[in-house]
C-alpha cells in the first residue's frame, strides 16, 4: 500500500482563505501607497445553511445562483437529506440536513469497502482448506475462510464471481491425496466456526427482511458456502437457503465422486492435530470490492465487513463490524462518534451515517488516499455500468457517463453517492438520501436531483 498522509477535513478551506487575506491586505498597502482609497465591490447575498454548525458554511457568492430548490423539493424524495461539496477546496455548495446520520442501504458499502482497503489491503486473500484427521483416518474437515466466491460451477464454466476459485479443484486435490494415502473419505466435517456464532441470529441480522434471502438478495453469514448459497450461480439475483454449510457440504463430496461415496456429512469444529491436505485461495480482495460496488453484492459486503473485524482481533459477530469499521478508518481523521453501524451492506435500516460523511469520505477516496482510487474506479458510472446503467436517460442523458456513483435501496429508502464531473469542470462530491414512504420513482426524482448538480458544477445555489 502507498503511503499518504491523511487528508484533514476542510484544510484546503483555510489555506485558501489565508492566502486570500494576505492577497487583500497587500492590494491596500498597495492602494494607500499610490494615495488612493479601495473601491468597495457588492457582494453576493450568502445562501443560508439549512443545518446546524456541524456543516461547515457556504461560501457566499455571486456566482452561485444556479438553484436546484425545485428538484430538491420533489415529492417523490419524501424526507430527504443530502450535501454537495466541491471537491478541490471541500466547500459546502449544498446542504439539507446534510449532518444529520441516517440509513444508508447501500450507500454504506463505500464505508466497508475503504475499511477493507485500511484493514486488509487490497491483495488480501482468503483460503479455503481440507485436513484429515489423523486420530480417525477417513474424516476430512472442509474448513471454511470466509470465502462466499468459493465456486461450485464445472470447470469452464463462471458463477457471477469471474474467476473465482472452484471447489471441483479442491475436489481433485483432495482426492489425489487420498489415491496416494489408500484412503476411502467416509465422514466430512464441515467448519464454518471462523466467524462467531453458530445461532440462528449470528447469520442473520434481526433488522434484515427475510424476503432479502427468498428473493435472493442475500446469503446468511456463514464463513462456509458456494456461490454466495444461490441457487443459480450465474445469476446475481438468485434465491438463498437457511442451511448454505450443509450445501456447500453436499456439493464438496458430489465433486469427490468415487473418493467419498457414502461418507456422511456433519457440522463441525477442526479437531486439534489435523494436517493440511489441500486449498484454494480466493481473488483478492480489490476483486472483491470492484464486484461488490458494481453490482452491490451484499454478500460480499457482509463477509468483507467480518474480515475487516478478525483481522483486528475481533471475533467476526454482528455486534463486532462497527467496532472494526471504526478503527480501520480512523488514519482518516473523519469524526465518527455519531455513526450507527449494524452491518457491512447497508441491508439494515438501523444504520445511521449522515449524507456529509459518506460525502467527505468521498473526498479521501477521489484524493487517492492510500489505495482508494480503487473505489472511485470501481463505482457504477451513470447510464453506463453496474447498477447505473439504465439510470440517467430521457432528460437526463447529458449526465451520462459523468457520474460515478454507489447507488442505495431499501423498503424505506433510496440513496446515491459519488462524485460527479459536473458540466463546467468541476468536480463535486456528493450523498443524497430519499427516506420513508417511497416508491421505485424516487430513483428518478434522485437522477433529476443530481443531473441537476451535474449541470450547475461551481455555480450550484444553496437556496
Not at 456541524?54 to 437529506?81: E, G, H, K
Not at 470447470?155 to 479442491?170: E, H, T
Not at 449470528?202 to 442475500?218: I, L
Not at 454466495?228 to 437457511?242: L, Y
Request: some cysteine.
Amino acid at each position: 500500500m502507498s503511503e499518504q498522509k491523511p487528508r484533514f477535513a476542510y484544510l484546503k478551506q483555510v489555506l485558501i482563505g489565508a492566502a486570500s487575506g494576505l492577497a487583500l491586505v497587500l492590494l491596500l498597502v498597495v492602494g494607500v501607497s499610490f494615495g488612493g482609497s479601495p473601491t468597495a465591490t457588492p457582494t453576493g447575498s450568502q445562501s443560508p445553511s439549512t443545518t446546524p454548525s456541524q456543516t461547515p458554511s457556504i461560501t457566499p457568492t455571486s456566482a452561485r445562483s444556479c438553484s436546484v430548490a425545485d428538484l430538491a423539493t420533489d415529492a417523490r424524495l419524501a424526507t430527504f437529506s443530502g450535501v454537495v461539496l466541491k471537491a478541490d477546496t471541500d466547500e459546502v455548495l449544498f446542504d439539507r440536513n446534510a449532518a444529520v446520520p441516517a440509513a444508508t442501504a447501500s450507500v454504506f458499502k463505500i464505508v466497508t469497502a475503504t475499511a477493507a482497503l485500511q484493514a486488509l489491503g487490497p491483495n488480501y486473500v482468503v483460503d479455503t482448506k481440507v485436513y484429515a484427521d489423523p486420530a480417525n483416518p477417513g474424516t476430512i474437515i472442509l474448513v471454511g475462510g470466509g470465502d462466499p466466491t468459493l465456486s461450485s460451477t464445472p470447470a469452464g464454466q463462471q458463477s457471477v464471481y469471474q474467476n473465482a476459485p472452484k471447489l471441483s479443484d479442491l475436489a481433485v486435490k483432495v482426492s489425489q491425496w487420498a489415491t496416494a494415502n489408500s484412503i476411502k473419505v467416509n465422514r466430512i466435517v464441515l467448519d464454518s466456526t471462523l466467524f462467531a456464532g453458530g445461532t440462528a441470529a449470528s447469520k442473520w441480522e434481526q433488522s434484515w427482511e427475510r424476503s432479502e434471502q427468498t428473493q435472493g438478495y442475500m446469503s446468511e453469514v456463514t464463513a462456509l458456502q458456494v456461490d454466495g448459497d444461490r441457487a443459480n450461480p450465474s445469476r446475481q439475483t438468485s434465491p438463498r437457503t437457511t442451511t448454505p454449510v450443509m450445501n456447500a457440504g453436499r456439493k464438496f463430496k458430489a465433486a469427490l465422486g468415487a473418493t467419498a461415496t457414502g461418507a456422511t456429512l456433519v457440522e463441525g469444529r477442526l479437531p486439534v492435530g489435523s494436517t493440511e491436505v489441500a486449498k484454494v485461495t480466493s481473488q483478492t480482495i480489490d476483486k472483491w470490492i470492484k464486484h461488490m460496488l458494481l453490482v452491490s453484492d451484499n454478500t460480499e459486503a457482509e463477509f468483507l465487513a467480518r474480515l475487516i473485524a478478525i483481522k483486528q482481533g475481533y471475533d467476526g459477530s454482528f455486534a463486532s463490524v462497527g467496532i472494526a469499521i471504526k478503527k480501520a478508518l480512523a488514519a482518516t481523521n473523519l469524526d465518527m462518534s455519531n455513526l450507527v453501524i449494524k452491518d457491512g451492506s447497508g441491508l439494515s435500516a438501523n444504520n445511521a451515517v449522515s449524507p456529509l460523511f459518506v460525502a467527505q469520505l468521498l473526498g479521501i477516496v477521489n484524493d487517492g488516499f492510500n489505495d482508494f482510487e480503487i473505489i472511485a474506479q470501481a463505482l457504477p458510472v451513470s447510464g453506463e455500468s453496474g447498477s447505473l446503467a439504465d439510470r440517467f436517460k430521457g432528460d437526463n442523458a447529458d449526465a451520462v457517463g459523468k457520474v460515478r456513483a454507489k447507488t442505495g435501496w431499501i423498503k424505506t429508502g433510496y440513496t446515491l453517492a459519488g462524485i460527479i464531473d459536473a458540466k463546467d469542470g468541476t468536480k463535486l462530491l456528493f450523498a443524497v438520501y430519499a427516506l420513508g414512504n417511497v416508491k421505485d420513482d424516487a430513483k428518478v426524482a434522485i437522477d433529476n436531483l443530481v443531473t441537476g448538480f451535474y449541470r450547475c458544477g461551481d455555480t450550484l445555489s444553496n437556496e
